[in-house]
Every structure is written in structure tokens, then in C-alpha cells.
């Protein structure tokens, strides 16, 4: 069946260092795939997202690679900070009416002072 | 501000008691979700609305019931059939109009069992 599934279940960086939590998809029908941070007690806040039609899409200190190739999307953090401290989701929507999201069980990232 | 409200952020249920947890949304969106998470598990999703007066199961339906009276708010009810109901809850939302868009989610509902 579909699965969006992380690689490491934890990671822990320097302050300062640069983070890559990575994803992998099975289902190659995903056009649609979404980065979410969740704290300790609130609901998941969106990050980036990215099209299948992309390979790489950036934002503020964050950048979203695709590789359609081998269905596994990366989360770059530059510059690791305190506050990026949480668990890390990727989903990934189904092409068509339906575009119900696929969760991965998610990352969590510890930055260490 | 726009956003996503949910209540209340704990709630404890007695055995064969149904309880009710409150989704409402001012962002105008047509599409509303509701997720259940467990600890060191992803989002599972239980049902969703596309719009008022329509919803679809998810992936976990059984023992839960939802309404969709106003586009504003999605309830979802926690039945005496549920048996194992402790939980993080949490209700999202999206609009669907746009094409590609992220779900926006609430700050969750915490749910055990007394």
C-alpha cells in the first residue's frame, strides 16, 4: 500500500549546523508533498511544499528537494537554530479528486547549544 | 487573525460516555479534517468534509461520528464504541479552490480516558 516514511526516527545537530531530514514515497500517483513542524504539544505548522513538476523549491532558510527518480524528498534547515527543535512530518497527496494525504511517521530534530 | 480553533485542549472521558471535540474555522475553507496521533505515529485520518453537509470516512472511522451544519465548524464525536480513544486529536483544514494547498491545522485536543 502507500507509505511516506522517514528515514531517522531522530536527529541531533549543532546550533549552527546545517539539518537534512529526509522521506521516502512509494506511491509514484504523489504529485503534491508537504514539509510540516510539530512542537511538544501543538498541532503541525506548515513549512514548504513542492509540486511534482519541481525539484526544488526554497524558502526562508529551508529548501524542499524532489527526486521523482527514487520517489525520496529531502528538508534542508541552514544555519540549525534552538527553536527549529521539533518533530518533522512529511505528507504526500494523491493525484485526483480525493487528494487525501499520506503521512510518514515523522523526525524529531534536537539542536544542541 | 485567521486560523483554526479547537476545544477544548484536555478533555477526560468516563467509560460508555460519548464526548464531542469542537473544530472551527474562520479561513473560509471548503475542505475540513479531522486526525488522530498517536505517540511515535504519524497522522491517521479519521474523517474528512469537502464541503457543508457531506463528509467521508477516513482511515479510522470506526467508533467516531462527525457533522458538517455550517462550513465553519466540523465536531467530531468520540463514541462509547471507541475503545481505545486516548489520543492527540487534530482538526485541519484546506481550501480547496486554489488547487495544490497545504492543510492548516489546529492546536489538537488531548483525550484520555478517566
Known amino acids: 500500500g502507500e507509505s511516506v516514511g522517514l528515514h531517522l526516527p531522530t536527529l541531533s545537530v549543532q546550533e549552527g549546523d546545517n539539518s537534512i531530514i529526509n522521506c521516502a514515497y512509494s506511491?509514484?500517483?504523489?504529485?503534491?508533498f508537504i514539509w510540516y513542524k510539530q512542537e511538544s504539544g501543538k498541532g503541525p505548522q506548515f513549512i514548504i511544499d513542492?509540486?511534482?513538476n519541481m525539484d526544488k523549491r526554497q524558502g526562508q532558510r529551508v529548501t524542499v528537494l524532489l527526486n521523482k527518480t527514487v520517489k525520496h524528498l529531502s528538508l534542508q534547515i541552514a544555519a540549525t537554530q534552538p527553536g527549529d527543535s521539533a518533530v518533522y512530518f512529511c505528507?504526500?497527496?494523491?493525484?485526483?479528486?480525493?487528494?487525501?494525504?499520506?503521512w510518514g511517521l515523522g523526525t524529531s530534530l534536537a539542536v544542541n547549544p | 487573525d485567521g486560523g483554526i480553533t479547537q476545544s477544548p485542549k484536555y478533555l477526560f472521558r468516563k467509560e460508555g460516555q460519548n464526548v464531542t471535540l469542537s473544530c472551527e474555522q474562520n479561513?473560509?475553507?471548503?475542505?475540513m479534517y479531522w486526525y488522530r496521533q498517536d505517540p511515535g505515529q504519524g497522522l491517521r485520518l479519521i474523517y474528512y468534509?469537502?464541503?457543508?453537509?457531506?463528509?467521508q470516512k477516513g482511515d479510522i472511522a470506526e467508533g467516531y461520528s462527525v457533522s458538517r451544519e455550517k462550513k465553519e465548524s466540523f465536531p467530531l464525536t468520540v463514541t462509547s464504541a471507541q475503545k481505545n480513544p486516548t489520543a492527540f486529536y487534530l482538526c485541519?483544514?484546506?481550501?480547496?479552490?486554489?488547487?495544490?494547498?497545504?492543510?492548516?491545522f489546529g492546536d489538537g485536543t488531548r483525550l484520555s480516558i478517566l
Open positions: 479561513l473560509n475553507h471548503d475542505a
Open positions: 513542492i509540486r511534482s
Open positions: 485541519a483544514s484546506e481550501d480547496r479552490g486554489r488547487g495544490n494547498q497545504p492543510q492548516h
Open positions: 505528507a504526500g497527496a494523491l493525484a485526483g479528486n480525493n487528494r487525501k494525504l499520506i
Open positions: 468534509s469537502q464541503i457543508v453537509n457531506d463528509f
Open positions: 506511491n509514484s500517483a504523489s504529485d503534491y
